[in-house]
């Protein structure tokens, strides 16, 4: 049976990544018969020059029957003066909540072979293996009312509301228990429950959903001190449950663990386990059309989609052995990069995964 990948590259570096996780997922889609079906579309910046919106409908309709999607990225400075509402950003976001994609899962492993390219001392980040679960589809991110208003004295003031329905943090807490209970059993869920009555909320219901769980051993911590946990000693977390907004920044922080942010995929899932792609990283307007962009968190995210989307651990694992070996062959791009390695593009990246995969076929 075909199965339809929507295959959405968006801006900047995004084209030059998705080519490359594209080469090992035809790889295997020829090599273990998998019957992928690939059909591109547009989204973000690259949707607008087109459409006129970042999330056209043409999109909707490739991407609502498709039974996963990978995603580049989205942004750029070409698009920076528009409306709020008009943004890249926006393009993703909505592509998240038209297909209630709530529960984000981002995995920062640490490969031994980068310990040196982490900004931090070996012995803390070595052996590192931590999820986050960030919830992708509520809390500030999407909350109302919203915007810019003019005060009764005549100044002006921006807003955004931070709400959570028990219903939403109930469903992510479930999520973020069942993967617990097939890793190491321990949750940390992170909120600022001190201050904010919504993360208060949040903190309430999942140790609810946690009584659910007597196996899973359920902590909470405040989310400053959840970012200085975890640059002092990361190697305490295996499961951190968090909001949409803490998710995105506590992401980026541990992603700095694992060498670069160019190392850390992403699935965003729904109830039913149909999901996106995509590395947690941005478009790197920067560095976009140098094919120097590391490929690897977006080849990692196919072997996610593989892994939850289609319940393949062999095809998955094939992925994530290949990125090992290639990295054991010492290629590194330049994000990764330490002395005595083979400095590489992004498309020689992606070569040396698909030769890593011939190499055990
Ligand atoms: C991420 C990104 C997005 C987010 C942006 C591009 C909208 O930073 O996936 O982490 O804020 O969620
Ligand atoms: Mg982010």
């Not at 072979?113 to 070996?122: I, M, R, V």
């Not at 190491?184 to 919504?198: G, P, Q, T, W, Y």
């Not at 694992?258 to 109830?271: D, W, Y």
Request: with cysteine; proline share 4%; net charge negative.
């Amino acid at each position: 049976m075909t199965k339809k990948i929507a295959v959405l590259a968006g801006d900047g570096i995004g084209t030059e990544i998705v080519a490359e996780a594209i080469k090992v997922l035809e790889f295997l889609n020829a090599d273990m018969a998998l019957g992928f079906e690939f059909e591109n579309g547009l989204i973000g910046g690259a949707a607008y020059d087109v459409h006129g919106t970042p999330f056209p409908q043409q999109t909707i309709d490739l991407v609502t029957p498709a039974d996963a999607i990978l995603l580049g990225a989205v942004g750029g400075y070409k698009w920076e003066s528009l409306d709020i509402s008009m943004r890249p950003e926006k393009g993703l976001l909505g592509l998240r909540s038209t297909l209630n994609l709530f529960s984000n899962l981002r995995p920062a492993i640490l490969y031994p072979q980068l310990a040196a390219a982490s900004t931090l001392k070996p012995e803390i980040v070595s052996g590192l293996d931590l999820m986050i679960v960030r919830e992708l589809t509520g809390g500030i991110y999407f909350g109302q009312p919203r915007g810019v208003r003019v005060l009764e004295n005549g100044e002006r003031q921006g807003f955004n509301t931070a709400t959570y329905t028990e219903s939403e943090i109930r469903r992510i807490a479930h999520s973020a228990f069942k993967i617990a209970q097939k890793r190491n059993k321990k949750l940390c869920s992170v909120d600022k429950a001190n201050v904010l009555e919504c993360t208060e909320f949040w903190r309430e219901i999942v140790t609810e959903v946690g009584k659910e769980y007597p196996d899973v051993a359920l902590s909470h911590m405040y989310v400053d001190n959840a970012a200085m946990q975890l640059v002092r000693a990361p190697k305490q977390f295996d499961v951190i449950l968090t909001s949409n907004l803490f998710g995105d920044v506590l992401s980026d922080c541990a992603s700095m663990l694992t060498g670069s942010i160019g190392m850390l995929p992403s699935a965003s899932l729904n109830e039913t386990g149909k999901g996106m792609y995509e590395p947690i990283h941005g478009s790197a307007p920067d560095i976009a059309g140098k094919n120097i962009a590391n490929p690897l968190a977006t080849i990692l995210s196919a072997a996610m989609m593989l892994r939850y989307t289609f319940n393949n651990e062999a095809a998955a694992a094939r992925i994530e052995q290949a990125v090992n070996d290639a990295l054991d062959a010492n290629v590194r791009t330049v994000d990764i990069y330490s002395e005595g390695m083979t400095k590489v593009s992004c498309s020689e990246m992606g070569d040396a995964v698909v030769t890593a995969l011939k190499n055990r076929s």
